[in-house]
Every structure is written in structure tokens, then in C-alpha cells.
């Protein structure tokens, strides 16, 4: 098998990050169009070495300050990346499934409180009392079905329905008692997305749609299948020996309600920009959902319901990352500030949280090793 010749692509990124312009640049604040134009400088030569590819943006406010594409979105057709690409999310659709619980509670219809097994039947005997609680914060001990060989071997080619991820799960002991400490766990989401099938009476796809994606106005995201026909979705590429390649197949029914959501940057800050204002969850859903639990606090971190709870450079952070084959993705905010980074890639690996931190150094004037 022959690769596209490597000086070949770089010259390529080059010449598509230079033709690409920034928009709807901001200059309400004094030192923020420098800022803007040294992040972009940055992410142009990123592009150009082939460590990115994807789209970004960046609000202050609550209005867009910086958004681009770079790179391409379909390597074989020379087809860049724009602002309305769509993008797996993988990951960040943790966010997702943890509102649709808190809406699902206020709803009277379930509490987080409640063990899993009163909504999925057939469960081990040592997972009976694990609370959606711990699911949602990753403090269940479940073994993480991601992690394990028949997964990647076999059925991220074949699929698998929620129900067989979790038998694959469960062929393994739990990894501590529940409640004691943090351990991701994609196995956990998965047991959200049946509770909320189970409770809402719908699909976990169909109950986003209607009770996220419409209200919000987000119609450039959905649950990705593989055989819909979807317009301008990125296709997935890795780095292998200096070369870019399509990116390995996975069926997204493996990911599930832990990784299958699509987006672009402009929905995902819709999404953002709904938890600032509250236009989405109640006021005690939103403070269940970026708690301090103290149980989650790892490396200084703590977990909340599909939230990372973090300091950079002096300021609270919260934040959520996702990678799955041939993407890549994070959003940040700084909530003081009212600032929102988002950062979609379609090639891996990278490392988008570090994108991200470089962009708030870059427009706090710290530099990015504050970070650490």
C-alpha cells in the first residue's frame, strides 16, 4: 500500500490554512485580537506539521469571538474543514447522557439515588446496590468493556447491542466496592443510556433529539449511525509513521450513550452556553451536576455528572474531553471569565485539551506551563 507523499500534504495544509480566514473576530476587549491572531498563527502551523486538523471556537461573553476550520475534513477529495463540520464527539456525549438523567429526575420519573438494578434487570449480584450516582461519576467499580480484547478485537467491527457491552463487562469482578473512589468507565454510561431507554419509553437517540438537540436548537448534532447519509461529516484519519491514513472502522453502537454523539463547534457552544444561562436544567440539577464530590477527587480533579472540575492558570475550569478512532475533542470553560474553548479534530492521536490550554494562556497572557 502507497501513502500520499508527506511534503505533498504539509504543502497542501499550508496553502488551505492560508486561504482559510478568521471570523467574526471580537475586538471589544483591547488585547484579544492579538491574542486571536497569535492563537491562529499557532493552529496554522499545527496544521502544516500534521499535528491537527480539525475546527475550532471560541467564545467570550456569550458571543463567538474565533472560529475556523483547518486542515481537511475529507483527505481523498481535498475538502477542508469548516465551522459546520460535523465531528465525533466520542466522549463528550457523557455530558449528554448525564442531563438527560437530571432532566429525567426532575421529572419525577428516577433519582440518582436509586440503585441501577430497579431500571436494568439481569444484573450481577455485586452490581444490584451500584447507584446512578456512581455511574454518573464513575465511582461504580465497573470494569470498563472498552478496555477489554474481545471489544477492539471483534465487535467494534460487528456492533453490539447495550445489553451485550455490558455482558462483556461483567465477565470481570468489580475493581473496588462502589462509592470508595474514581475509575472512568465507559461501561457506566452505558447502563445510563438503558436507564434512560427503560424510563423515558424511547430510544436513548430519539429522547436526545427531542428533549436536547431541539430545544436548543441544535440541529447539527445526532446520535451517529453507520449507514445514514450525513451531510458534511468529517471523515476520521490517524498518524502512523509519518503518514496520515484513514482511521481504523468502529461501529459507533459500541461507544453508545458513553461516545456516539456528533457535532460541530457551533452547536457544541449552544450547548455550552445553555448550562451558563440556564436554559436546559433547573438550578439544583446544575449544581448536582458540577458538585464537588469528594469521592471523584483524583490528581486534584473532581468528577461530576459528565464534568471534569478543575484550576488552570488561577481560574475554575470545567471540561470534558473524548477520542474514539480518527477524532478527537475537549471544551473548556473558564466559568469567572465566561470564556468557552472548543476544540473538534478528525485525526489522532492528538491532544486537544492541550490545544485548549494553550488558547486560554494565549488569551489570559499566562504562559501555558501555569497550567500543570
Known amino acids: 500500500m502507497s501513502y500520499p507523499n508527506a511534503k505533498s500534504q504539509v504543502k497542501r495544509a499550508v496553502l488551505l490554512s492560508l486561504a482559510l480566514t478568521t471570523s467574526n473576530l471580537n475586538t471589544q476587549t483591547a488585547n484579544l485580537p492579538k491574542a486571536l491572531l497569535t492563537i491562529d498563527s499557532f493552529l496554522n502551523q499545527e496544521t502544516a506539521s500534521g499535528n491537527f486538523r480539525g475546527s475550532v471556537l471560541i467564545g467570550k461573553g456569550g458571543s463567538i469571538v474565533f472560529e475556523k476550520g483547518y486542515g481537511f475534513a475529507n483527505e481523498e477529495w481535498d475538502i477542508p474543514n469548516s465551522t459546520g463540520t460535523k465531528f465525533r464527539i466520542a466522549s463528550l456525549t457523557k455530558q449528554f447522557t448525564g442531563a438527560a438523567i437530571l432532566l429525567l429526575q426532575e421529572r419525577h420519573q428516577l433519582d440518582v439515588k436509586d440503585p441501577i438494578a430497579k431500571y436494568v434487570a439481569d444484573l450481577p449480584p455485586t452490581w444490584q446496590a451500584i447507584t446512578l450516582h456512581q455511574l454518573l461519576t464513575h465511582t461504580s467499580g465497573i470494569p470498563n468493556y472498552a478496555e477489554m ?5 471483534i465487535l467494534n467491527r460487528t456492533g453490539a447491542t ?8 461483567a465477565t470481570k469482578p468489580l475493581e473496588f466496592t462502589p462509592g470508595l473512589q474514581l475509575r472512568y468507565t465507559n461501561t457506566g454510561y452505558v447502563l445510563l443510556g438503558m436507564v434512560i431507554e427503560k424510563v423515558s419509553g424511547v430510544s436513548y437517540a430519539d429522547f436526545l433529539q427531542k428533549n436536547i438537540f431541539m430545544p436548543l436548537a441544535m440541529t447539527n448534532s445526532g446520535y451517529d449511525k453507520q449507514f445514514p447519509i450525513l451531510k458534511e461529516r468529517a471523515s476520521g484519519y490517524m498518524r502512523r509513521d509519518g503518514q496520515t491514513i484513514n482511521a481504523e472502522f468502529i461501529d459507533m453502537s459500541i461507544p453508545n450513550a458513553a461516545g456516539s454523539i456528533y457535532s460541530t463547534v457551533e452547536d457544541l457552544y449552544r450547548w455550552n452556553e445553555a448550562f451558563a444561562n440556564g436554559k436546559l436544567l433547573s438550578e439544583n440539577s446544575t449544581r448536582q451536576m458540577f458538585a ?3 469521592e471523584t477527587l483524583l490528581q486534584g480533579m473532581h468528577y461530576g455528572y459528565g464534568v471534569v472540575l478543575a484550576e488552570r492558570f488561577g481560574r475554575a475550569l470545567y471540561y470534558h474531553g473524548g477520542g474514539v478512532k480518527g477524532f478527537e475533542s475537549v ?18 492521536p492528538s491532544a486537544p485539551w492541550e490545544i485548549g490550554d494553550r488558547i486560554a494562556s494565549e488569551l489570559f497572557g499566562i504562559p501555558k506551563a501555569i497550567a500543570k
Not at 149 to 153: C, H, L, N
Not at 332 to 347: A, F, G, P, S
Request: hydrophobic share 40%.
Open 292 to 294: 464537588l464530590y469528594p
Open 331 to 348: 471544551i473548556q470553560r473558564y466559568t469567572k471569565d465566561k470564556v468557552c474553548i472548543i476544540v473538534l479534530e478528525n485525526i489522532d
Open 149 to 153: 480484547p474481545r471489544v477492539d478485537q
Open 162 to 169: 447495550p445489553k451485550e457491552l455490558v455482558e462483556v463487562a
